[in-house]
């Protein structure tokens, strides 16, 4: 399977169309640079690579991409102890406020595969 | 009173809440170091801590975070003029767009608190 | 014509009455020091100053301003290719992510001046 | 006295010409905006504005600035306590390694002022 | 052994004795809150934090706790080629730039522990 | 003649073997993905992708590429005007800071090029 198929689980027939629909130079440089080609590479396991991501994300404080490396995180192979445990630490390095949006986008995440309605509430 | 409870003021039970059901230990950390160790720490007085969060989240563009400490520094003695002040000031160091994006969140929590009706056009 | 007028286009009143209701000093320095001092100054072409403007909003990640300039790079005679390659480009320096958020508003500024329907799915 | 006189105390003479040197058009808009006519601005006091200003370039990185306005903190009235606890505040917001390099950075800043030898180890 | 003795090693002392140089009580929260409760968490492995560590680092551009987390990774466990493989990947997410100059501050740490002469050349 | 070659000029070789000595593979995408593919595309002029660089890199505050691209937007067309005016524009955007400290590396690299001395003195 690719590692977009890997990553992006069912969701990635939408993915690939809205990715095309918005660009269709920038969508195949995701696919090929960045999908197959880095992503792919040997010599870093793909749930530490998705961990990583989240990472650069929370810092970031990006949050479409984000949800999407914390589905694939999970979809790879992640717990969801080890998701929490990366955000945590990420607010160490880039402040609580990143996050803690990070952490809500989790509950997000987490609500929309089956879990426990995500907070509503005003942080 | 807790240091939150002078921030976050009638909103206290609410984001205690959220906090909670978001991620019980980074809602440990959030109430336990950052408000009751750190905020709480003698040296600098509450209102100039709250101006300064202000400062911090208009450079990171973070809006929840934001919106919560632009009413924290309100709630705990920051005149209005005192927050403008910050914003516009802050325009210098992280640049317009930044600042324009604070000022409006400004005038949505204004309104909140009872204030006219906050600008809905474009920016 | 003001160099506001030139960027703004039709939206001129609106975002005009918008940052006024926001802040009327702030609302000051964005007309009289941001766009017509620093943005009229001679020496550097008003297309590539958008296009430029375009790169720094997409590095901060500010959706706001970054729609009123991607509409005011083309006001002022960039093409939609030339405004595309700005965002792709921008992946190179400040990665994927960013560049993808900028490039699904484009669509949706895209969508709003008359073309194709903006992609609705995921990223 | 001008706001920059206040800051940038017996090192005004040598900023301003650096600054001149660097380029006129820039340093007349710091001169004149930023400082004569921003940092101006009643409404906030001088010290809580350079309190706001270090956090602000605590959130950046930008040392050359922020050792500047260090200096202009304990200059306008900040006692080296109150510049400590917004360095340290600054960590909950922006992270861990922007507060670390700002406290190195005011270890510097004190020695040349008179205090102790700064920390000379790696971080 | 600590979490600050995994990391930083045989340099644990010189760091600890800088920290405690720049600000006693930040020294504190850097030991006690950020590696003996937040890195010490079980739930994540060493090796994966330690290179969430750099994915960050690289994202902020921060390269003094840079090269102490780029040193730590390896002496947790991480080979040279999984630091390398991370530092590639945070191209993706946040651009070249950064990733390059990562590269370069591994170079020097891979010096330092004993490798080949790290580049001397301008990028 | 290649992209690298229009942007690196006389340092073309010395560059090329600093980051082959970096990492051979990050090179490899540096060169044929970041150069040869997407500066490389067509729909946008070289002199406006380099001064779109520029205003990247002073928003990130990525010193050692900045150089490299001012200098790259001076040898594919830019005069010393442009450059200056894109740094000014900078400022609106990501504030004077980031501006401050690429107008001084302008003069660095224009001082190298043969031009004045470039300011020594504090900021």
Same mark, same amino acid.
């Given at each position: 399977?690719?590692?977009?198929?890997?990553?992006?689980?069912?969701?990635?027939?939408?993915?690939?169309?809205?990715?095309?629909?918005?660009?269709?130079?920038?969508?195949?440089?995701?696919?090929?640079?960045?999908? +197959?080609?880095?992503?792919?590479?040997?010599?870093?396991?793909?749930?530490? =690579?998705? !961990? &990583? %991501?989240?990472?650069? *994300?929370? @810092?970031?404080?990006?949050?479409?991409?984000?949800?999407?490396?914390l589905e694939g995180?999970?979809?790879?192979?992640?717990?969801?102890?080890?998701?929490? +445990?990366?955000?945590?630490?990420?607010?160490?390095?880039?402040?609580?406020? =990143?996050? !803690? &949006? %990070?952490?809500?986008? *989790?509950? @997000?995440v987490?609500?929309?595969?089956?879990?426990?309605?995500?907070?509503?509430?005003?942080?």
């Amino acid at each position: 399977m690719t590692i977009r198929g890997q990553i992006w689980g069912e969701d990635a027939e939408a993915i690939e169309r809205t990715l095309e629909e918005t660009d269709a130079d920038l969508a195949r440089y995701v696919r090929e640079f960045a999908y +197959e080609e880095v992503m792919a590479r040997p010599g870093l396991d793909l749930k530490t =690579r998705e !961990l &990583a %991501a989240v990472t650069a *994300l929370v @810092a970031l404080g990006a949050p479409k991409e984000l949800a999407t490396h914390l589905e694939g995180a999970l979809r790879v192979g992640a717990s969801e102890t080890e998701v929490r +445990e990366t955000i945590i630490q990420a607010a160490l390095f880039v402040g609580f406020p =990143r996050a !803690l &949006a %990070a952490m809500k986008l *989790l509950a @997000a995440v987490l609500h929309r595969r089956g879990g426990a309605e995500p907070p509503a509430g005003p942080i």
